[in-house]
Nanobody
Framework: QVQLVESGGGLVQAGGSLRLFCVAS????????MGWFRQAPGKDREFVAA????????YYADSVKGRFTLSRDNAKNTVYLQMNSLKPEDTAVYYC??????????????WGQGTQVTVSS
C-alpha cells in the first residue's frame, strides 16, 4: 500500500504561482512513477503531468506545458508540482497519483485526497 498526502493548494491571482507537494509513504518511493491529475467543477478528472521513478523523464498535458514543472526528491519521498503563470481555467482539485505513468488515470493504483487550487481573474 502507498499513502499519498498533497499540500500547497490555495487561492492565487491569475499570473501567480503555486507549488504543490505530494508526500508518499508505505512503499519504496524511488520505485514509483508519479502523476498529477486535476478535476474542475462539473468536469472529468484530467491528466496534468507525470514523472518516472528516476525523475529523468516527465510528461505534461498540452494545457500546462511550459507553465508547470514536475520534479521529485526521492530522499524526501516527495514530488513537487511547480505551477507558474496560473490561469483561472487551472482552478481545480489537484490529485497526486502513484504507480502509473502517463495520462490514463486507470493506470495509477494509488491516489491522494486532493488539494484545492483556485485562480482568480
Amino acid at each position: 500500500q502507498v499513502q499519498l498526502v498533497e499540500s500547497g493548494g490555495g487561492l492565487v491571482q491569475a499570473g501567480g504561482s503555486l507549488r504543490l507537494f505530494c508526500v508518499a509513504s508505505g512503499r519504496t518511493f524511488s520505485s514509483l512513477a508519479m502523476g498529477w491529475f486535476r478535476q474542475a467543477p462539473g468536469k472529468d478528472r484530467e491528466f496534468v503531468a507525470a514523472i518516472d521513478w528516476t525523475g529523468s523523464k516527465s510528461y505534461y498535458a498540452d494545457s500546462v506545458k511550459g507553465r508547470f514543472t514536475l520534479s521529485r526528491d526521492n530522499a524526501k519521498n516527495t514530488v513537487y508540482l511547480q505551477m507558474n503563470s496560473l490561469k483561472p481555467e487551472d482552478t481545480a482539485v489537484y490529485y497526486c497519483a502513484a504507480d502509473g505513468l502517463g495520462p490514463i488515470e486507470e493506470d495509477y493504483d494509488y491516489w491522494g485526497q486532493g488539494t484545492q487550487v483556485t485562480v482568480s481573474s
